[in-house]
């Protein structure tokens, strides 16, 4: 019989993109109060695999990844993303979004997104929201999985939640030896 334990705490990140680039420094900001420090940001990135969004956001779509300093539970990833889209709907106007927001976690072996879609891979959390396993880590990196989605399986994604993964790896050993003392 397995032991039932408490999981380590998770690495908080989030995704987001639009249209102004200005926008996203104004939810980061949003962000920050309601989560703490960040301690991790991506390059400016173009969210160009898809032009899904282009109708109801503009193009070309900016896109940055941020990290907060402050680990989290894992099941917290469903009152994230309840924030996130309480910002979204603050930032929609006629229907249309000016921002769009995806919180996730990673840990040792694994990136989450959240999600309010359903589908066959995806883990029903609460209040709406579900888990999509995004990424495994094995063998030195995060590999991507048949659904996952295409720009989180781009090589250069690939590397920079690679050097997330190490810089949250550095703070577990760092937590762990401030309890030992």
């Given at each position: 019989?397995?032991?039932?334990?408490?999981?380590?705490?998770?690495?908080?990140?989030?995704?987001?993109?639009?249209?102004?680039?200005g926008?996203?420094?104004?939810?980061?900001?949003?962000?920050?109060?309601?989560f703490?420090?960040?301690?991790?940001?991506?390059?400016s990135?173009?969210f160009?695999?898809?032009?899904?969004?282009?109708?109801?956001?503009?193009?070309?779509?900016?896109?940055?990844?941020v990290?907060?300093?402050?680990?989290i539970?894992?099941?917290?990833?469903v009152?994230?993303?309840?924030?996130?889209?309480?910002?979204?709907?603050?930032?929609?106007?006629?229907?249309?979004?000016?921002?769009?927001?995806?919180p996730?976690?990673?840990?040792?072996?694994?990136?989450?997104?959240?999600t309010?879609?359903?589908?066959?891979?995806?883990?029903?959390?609460?209040?709406?929201?579900?888990?999509?396993?995004?990424?495994v880590?094995?063998?030195?990196?995060?590999?991507?999985?048949?659904?996952?989605?295409?720009?989180y399986?781009?090589?250069?994604?690939?590397?920079?939640f690679?050097?997330?993964r190490?810089?949250?790896?550095?703070?577990?050993?760092?937590?762990r030896?401030?309890?030992?003392?």
């Amino acid at each position: 019989m397995s032991e039932l334990t408490q999981p380590a705490p998770v690495k908080l990140f989030i995704g987001a993109f639009a249209a102004d680039s200005g926008i996203l420094d104004e939810v980061q900001e949003i962000l920050a109060a309601s989560f703490g420090a960040v301690d991790w940001q991506s390059p400016s990135l173009m969210f160009d695999r898809t032009r899904y969004y282009e109708k109801e956001m503009g193009w070309p779509l900016h896109r940055r990844f941020v990290a907060f300093e402050r680990l989290i539970s894992p099941e917290s990833l469903v009152d994230v993303k309840l924030t996130a889209h309480e910002i979204e709907v603050d930032y929609t106007d006629s229907g249309r979004r000016s921002v769009n927001i995806d919180p996730g976690y990673l840990c040792a072996e694994r990136l989450v997104l959240a999600t309010g879609k359903n589908y066959i891979q995806r883990i029903y959390l609460a209040k709406g929201v579900y888990a999509d396993l995004t990424l495994v880590f094995s063998r030195g990196s995060f590999k991507p999985l048949a659904w996952t989605y295409p720009d989180y399986g781009a090589p250069e994604m690939i590397a920079l939640f690679n050097e997330l993964r190490s810089l949250y790896m550095a703070q577990l050993r760092a937590s762990r030896m401030v309890e030992r003392d």
